[in-house]
């Protein structure tokens, strides 16, 4: 028995070495850079440790204008992205022919590049010398002025931004609930038509329960990966994104690293970690919910 267990220690230490090297060391590095007050990048030293990083960082309006972006962003592309892929793959899971076809185009999205996509949709939005853009020329079909999503007011940079992540978003949660559907028992279904039960009764008592478990997943992991937006931010309004005032939390930690005001390791680190509590934090509520529901 201890033959066997030492045994599976062993297939499990290329895992474990690669976890400790690539992810808790580098956590472990970030709490000591978020404690080291005064810390200069040049000498690599500093005059005290203590909690100031985190009060710099929490009383610095660009930090504070990061969150806010990133809130916003959070609350309103993941229960629209979620709902509209639970909306496609309901279409998808209903037609027969042709729906790998549909399946494919949908699914694209997912597999081109984030950055060249962003430039797409800059194109689309952004107002030059020689044309307002193509979503504005449709604005001015339809009889209402020209608006300048780039560079305009903020309600309309978030507008193209949410916009934007919806549409990155939605493949990956389409395929996950396509899978999701395509995986409940047709009996279930067979049973409730002879019953006489509506399609909108088979839904919330058949569908929506078998699918719950997968609805959770994708709500949390979008929580997770809209706290992440970065490059497609960048993609869109280019790198001073505190000018713009679009910077995210994630931009924020890069710009005290590697930006203009860069080389304050401690400031990111400190950053790094508050992002890292909100993200536990709205995970742990997820689950909570998750768990009682269940």
């Given at each position: 028995?201890k033959r066997?267990g030492?045994?599976g220690w062993?297939?499990?230490l290329?895992?474990?070495?690669?976890?400790g090297?690539?992810?808790?060391?580098?956590?472990?590095?970030?709490?000591?850079?978020?404690?080291?007050?005064g810390?200069?990048?040049?000498?690599s030293?500093?005059?005290?440790?203590g909690?100031?990083?985190?009060?710099?960082?929490?009383?610095?309006?660009?930090?504070?204008?990061?969150?806010?972006?990133?809130?916003?962003?959070?609350?309103?592309?993941?229960?629209?992205?979620?709902?509209?892929?639970?909306?496609?793959s309901?279409?998808?899971?209903?037609?027969?022919?042709?729906k790998?076809?549909?399946e494919?185009?949908?699914?694209?999205?997912?597999?081109?590049?984030?950055?060249?996509?962003?430039?797409v949709?800059?194109?689309?939005?952004?107002?030059?010398?020689?044309?307002?853009?193509?979503?504005?020329?449709?604005?001015?079909?339809?009889?209402?002025?020209?608006?300048?999503?780039?560079?305009?007011?903020?309600?309309?940079?978030?507008?193209?931004?949410?916009?934007?992540?919806?549409?990155?978003?939605?493949?990956?949660?389409?395929?996950?609930l396509?899978?999701?559907?395509?995986?409940?028992?047709?009996?279930?279904?067979?049973?409730?038509?002879?019953?006489?039960?509506?399609?909108?009764?088979?839904?919330t008592?058949?569908t929506?329960?078998?699918?719950?478990?997968?609805?959770?997943?994708?709500?949390?992991?979008?929580?997770?990966?809209?706290?992440?937006?970065y490059?497609?931010?960048?993609a869109?309004?280019?790198?001073?994104?505190?000018?713009?005032?679009?910077?995210t939390?994630?931009?924020?930690?890069y710009?005290?690293?590697?930006?203009?005001?860069?080389?304050?390791?401690?400031?990111?680190?400190?950053?790094?970690?508050?992002?890292?509590?909100?993200?536990l934090?709205?995970?742990?509520?997820n689950?909570?919910?998750t768990?009682?529901?269940?």
């Amino acid at each position: 028995m201890k033959r066997n267990g030492l045994k599976g220690w062993l297939y499990l230490l290329p895992a474990i070495i690669f976890l400790g090297l690539f992810m808790v060391y580098p956590l472990i590095d970030v709490v000591i850079y978020s404690l080291e007050e005064g810390y200069n990048f040049a000498s690599s030293s500093y005059y005290g440790i203590g909690s100031y990083n985190f009060s710099y960082v929490l009383h610095d309006p660009y930090f504070m204008q990061a969150v806010k972006n990133t809130f916003v962003l959070v609350i309103i592309t993941v229960p629209i992205s979620t709902l509209l892929a639970l909306l496609v793959s309901l279409g998808l899971n209903s037609i027969r022919k042709l729906k790998e076809l549909f399946e494919t185009i949908y699914f694209l999205p997912y597999v081109t590049n984030t950055l060249a996509v962003g430039l797409v949709f800059m194109i689309l939005f952004k107002k030059t010398a020689y044309s307002d853009g193509l979503i504005n020329l449709l604005i001015n079909f339809l009889g209402f002025s020209s608006i300048d999503f780039i560079e305009g007011p903020y309600w309309a940079k978030m507008l193209v931004m949410s916009i934007y992540t919806i549409w990155v978003v939605l493949p990956f949660k389409i395929l996950i609930l396509t899978s999701a559907l395509a995986s409940v028992d047709q009996q279930y279904y067979r049973a409730a038509k002879i019953d006489g039960a509506s399609k909108f009764k088979i839904f919330t008592h058949i569908t929506l329960p078998m699918i719950a478990p997968m609805l959770f997943y994708l709500i949390i992991t979008g929580f997770i990966g809209a706290f992440k937006a970065y490059s497609d931010v960048v993609a869109i309004f280019g790198t001073n994104l505190n000018a713009a005032g679009m910077n995210t939390i994630v931009g924020y930690v890069y710009d005290m690293l590697y930006g203009a005001s860069g080389g304050y390791p401690s400031y990111a680190s400190a950053a790094a970690l508050v992002l890292f509590a909100i993200v536990l934090t709205i995970t742990c509520i997820n689950l909570l919910l998750t768990s009682r529901k269940a």
